[in-house]
């Protein structure tokens, strides 16, 4: 939530979410409202996403790398955190095998 916030106070071009989860990106671009635990987030993520042009992208599992080690850092140091310019060092070698390009039309 913090990420996508930042993302679209920081920059003008269209927001792309990118998840390995049909059903997450399902969420932000139904129309129905998500009755499940998490519902209140995708009612805020939705509302966000309003603000700004967003391009929701289904990638592989495989090229998700970045988001499980992120998820185990901020597990494991009980915190969350915002890099700028420069991620932190444990996804160094992560981001050549990550990168996913893709073509704006």
Request: glycine share 6%; aromatic share 4%; net charge negative.
């Amino acid at each position: 939530m913090q990420g996508m916030a930042l993302a679209i106070q920081h920059c003008n071009l269209p927001i792309i979410v990118q998840s390995d989860s049909v059903q997450a990106l399902l969420s932000m671009t139904g129309e129905s409202l998500s009755r499940s635990a998490y519902g209140h987030l995708v009612a805020e993520i939705r509302l966000l996403l309003g603000e700004r042009e967003f391009v929701p992208l289904k990638i592989k599992h495989e090229h998700n790398r970045i988001v499980d080690c992120l998820a185990v850092y901020s597990r494991t140091e009980r915190t969350t955190a915002v890099w700028l310019g420069q991620g932190p060092p444990c996804i160094e070698e992560l981001l050549p095998l990550d990168c996913n390009p893709m073509n704006m039309e």
